[in-house]
C-alpha cells in the first residue's frame, strides 16, 4: 500500500480582518480527494506577501519542515498567496523542487508532481529571469542618467577635515576599527581614506 503524501497547507491573508476559512476549506477538500494526509496548515493572518520569509513566521516555518524533509507536497489557494514578487515565488518553488517536495496552487490548477504542472512551474521561471533582466536593465539606465546630469552617486563624502584626521591617527598606529568609533564613521569610511593615502 502506497504511503499517504504528507500535506502542509499554507493560508495568508493581507489584513487580520480578512479570513483564511474559504482557502482552508477548499484545499482540505482537495487533499481529501487526492488521498494527501495534511501534516500541518501555516497560516500567517494580516501580513502583506511583498514581505519576505523572516516577515512571515509560518511561511518561514514551512521552508524549515520542507528542509526538514517533514512534507511530500504544500497546497495553497494561490500563487500569490506564496508572495507578490516572482522572483521571490519562484525561488521557493525551485528551492521546493531541490527538496523533493511538489507544490499544489489552487486557483491556477497547478501540481508540480504532473507534467503539465512542472511545465506551468518552469514557465514561472522563464517569466521570473525576465523580470530580473527588465529590472537589473532599469537600474543600469537609471543610474547612466544620473552620471549624465552630473548627479554624484555612492554615499556622501566625509568632510575633508575628518578625512584628514583618519590620515593622521592611522599614520600614528591607531587601530581602523578605534579611529572609526573615535571618529563617528563606519570602518568601510576609513579603510577608503586609508587606501586612497596609501
Known sequence: ???????????????????TDNQLRELRKVATQ????????????????????????????????????????VMAWSIDRLGRSLQHVVSFMTELNQLGVDLYLHQQAVDSSTPSGRAM??????????ERGIIAERVRAGL???????KPLGRPRVPLEVEQSIRQR???????????????VGVSVVQRVVRQAA
Not at 500500500?1 to 479570513?19: D, E, F, G, H, P
Not at 502583506?48 to 520542507?66: I, Q, T, V, W, Y
Not at 547612466?144 to 552630473?150: I, L
Not at 592611522?170 to 563617528?184: D, F, P, S, T
Request: aromatic share 6%; proline share 1%.
Open 1 to 19: 500500500m502506497n504511503k499517504k503524501k504528507r500535506a502542509a497547507i499554507y493560508l495568508r491573508v493581507s489584513t487580520a480582518n480578512q479570513t
Open 170 to 184: 592611522r599614520a600614528k598606529g591607531v587601530g581602523i576599527l578605534k579611529i572609526a568609533r573615535e571618529m563617528g
Open 34 to 73: 487526492r488521498g494527501w494526509q495534511i501534516s500541518d496548515i501555516y497560516e500567517d493572518r494580516g501580513i502583506s506577501g511583498a514581505k519576505g520569509r523572516e516577515g512571515r513566521p509560518a511561511f518561514d516555518r514551512l521552508n524549515r519542515d520542507a528542509a526538514r524533509g517533514e512534507l511530500d507536497v
Open 121 to 130: 512551474l518552469s514557465m514561472c521561471g522563464v517569466f521570473a529571469e525576465f
Open 144 to 150: 547612466s542618467r544620473a552620471r549624465a546630469n552630473g
